[in-house]
């Protein structure tokens, strides 16, 4: 059985699948709790030997899944053809829209004939960017269960613009819990600044 191939057809279902399996755990409490309390066991020691503030543990765990996330990606998803799908994307639909506005039929349908394999090649792409996602999960989500488990034994404030002092665990936009929202700030900042370092492409 050639699992490449499989992984070719099925490669974004399998992900897919995995995606909602981990989701999924985070309504298991005494999974979420025991992976949180596992970690926290190995680490704690160190964080709290340092004396490092939750909010400043968050930037750290930031850096690094935005490290390990982008060089995932970097050889995983073939950005060079995945530049070249966008650019031939952009041609066909200009050439189409001139088509279209010209009413040359005989045109048209040339481009109709191309349009399937235009489009098949951008769900390719599509399919690619999702399967890294699998083995992206397999380390963040253990490590958002730790935070969420370190948040409820350690209360913590911070400061931020628009919305002042706040406890991490509480509401900072809408629903949004302010540590969640200091995580995704820190989060989008590092990954960009890391991308560019590694001279990644853009999803």
């Known amino acids: 059985m050639d699992f ?8 974004i279902y399998i992900a897919l699948g995995f995606m ?11 999974l979420r709790v025991g992976v ?31 490290l390990y996330s982008s060089i995932i990606q970097k050889y995983t998803i073939d950005y060079e053809r995945m530049t070249d799908a966008q650019e031939r994307m952009k041609e066909f639909q200009t050439e189409y829209r001139e088509a279209q506005l010209s009413q040359d039929e005989k045109k048209i349908k040339k481009m109709d ?9 951008q769900l390719e792409m599509s399919q690619q960017q999702f ?33 002042g002092t706040v406890g991490l665990e509480s509401a900072a936009v809408w629903i ?6 200091w995580y995704m700030i820190c989060s989008i900042t590092l990954s960009q600044i890391i991308r560019k370092s590694l001279n990644i492409g853009g999803l």
């Open 113 to 121: 004939a191309k349009k399937d394999r235009v489009m098949r090649e």
């Open 131 to 163: 399967k890294p996602m699998a083995y992206i999960l397999v380390i963040t989500v253990p490590i958002f269960f730790w935070l969420l488990f370190r948040l409820a034994h350690v209360k913590s404030t911070i400061t931020m613009p628009y919305v």
């Open 20 to 30: 909602m399996l981990m989701m999924f755990s985070y309504s298991i409490e005494w």
């Open 36 to 66: 949180g309390q596992g970690i926290d066991g190995a680490f704690s020691p160190v964080i709290d030997g340092f004396g490092i503030p939750f909010y400043i543990l968050i930037v750290i765990l930031s850096a690094f899944t935005g």
């Open 176 to 181: 949004i819990p302010a540590w969640m929202l």
């Open 4 to 11: 490449s191939k499989i992984w070719d057809k099925y490669g």
